[in-house]
């Protein structure tokens, strides 16, 4: 009953092509150069890793997670945008800057629980600041975060391994990243600082992944096959290898480059991105979609 819950609840979505954050973009289509400041630009100047769980999107994920000794079926969901606030010419024609905010609220539910528990709910809210010269484009943002566990999970017993002591895990980051496009590849590596924390965390991350969108389309003129990988490291993981990986369909809007869909499988094995679970190493893996407008 629970996984046909979920199904249903992935299902019911899809014909409800609303949502937030931002599609990758069409390789195909070359961006319009800024020649004045522009008021609430309708796109980003810099697109995040696909695979990276931790952006601003909107989306639903089955998802089995494996912990040592136990099996557990999440229920992953996510509410999220970036919102362009100015964009500004640089020094020529080709480049461009863009003032953003964006916020996230990515939760993990139990589906094996009788009440379908919520784990962990993370809130995440930034400001990027993007550029962006031909094929290249880089991205610093200064962003917040806190995580919080579920009351069920909290009141009710729970497994043994999904048992931790609740922190006040509240932070702030600085991230620079950047990125390189070449024949629908996108090539993206950087770093973050946590500057401030309630809890006692070790500062520096590293990430580097690689996104590829087909250049061609499939089936039909508005769907293009897309994969993406990324690699993260933390310092207060012991810099451990947390890799993520998405592959699927991208179904975009015939009227509009940014109202997509996208309709993926992924997989992940590393320490948990889920708040407090940051310690515990594990590996998931399921399917899901994500929209944009």
Same mark, same amino acid.
């Given at each position: 009953m629970r996984n046909?819950? =979920?199904g249903v609840l992935l299902a019911a979505l899809l014909p409800f092509i609303v949502g937030f954050g931002d599609a990758p973009p069409d390789q195909n289509v070359e961006q319009v150069p800024v020649k004045r400041a522009m008021l609430f630009p309708p796109d980003q100047l810099f697109y995040p890793p696909m695979a990276s769980p931790k952006e601003p999107r909107t989306h639903a994920t089955y998802l089995s997670l494996n912990l040592p000794g136990d099996s557990i079926n999440i229920g992953s969901v996510g509410f999220g945008d970036s919102f362009g606030l100015v964009r500004r010419p640089g020094w020529d024609e080709k480049d461009a800057w863009q003032i953003s905010i964006s916020g996230a609220v990515l939760a993990q539910f139990n589906l094996d629980a009788k009440s379908l528990d919520l784990i962990n709910a993370d809130y995440? $809210? #930034?400001?990027? &600041?993007s550029y962006r010269n031909g094929p290249w484009s880089a991205r610093a943002r200064l962003f917040h975060q806190s995580s919080h566990l579920g009351d069920e999970f909290l009141l009710l017993p729970q497994r043994p391994e999904l048992r931790v002591t609740r922190l006040n895990l509240s932070f702030e980051t600085i991230e620079l990243l950047g990125a390189w496009e070449w024949e629908g590849f996108q090539f993206t590596a950087g770093s973050s !600082? $946590? +500057?401030?924390t309630d809890y006692d965390l070790k500062r520096y991350s590293i990430q580097a992944g690689i996104d590829y969108q087909s250049r061609e389309p499939v089936f039909k003129p508005t769907m293009r096959l897309f994969a993406g990988a990324l690699y993260? =490291? %933390?310092?207060?993981t @012991? %810099? @451990?290898a947390d890799i993520n990986v998405k592959a699927g369909i991208n179904i975009r809007s015939p009227y509009s480059e940014k109202r997509a869909i996208q309709i993926f499988g992924e997989y992940y094995h590393g320490n &948990?991105? +889920? #708040?407090? +679970? !940051?310690?515990l190493r594990a590996e998931y893996y399921g399917a899901g979609i994500n929209v944009s407008f």
């Open positions: 046909f819950f =979920a995440i $809210i #930034g400001f990027p &600041l !600082y $946590i +500057f401030r993260h =490291a %933390w310092e207060e @012991n %810099w @451990n &948990l991105p +889920f #708040g407090q +679970f !940051y310690k």
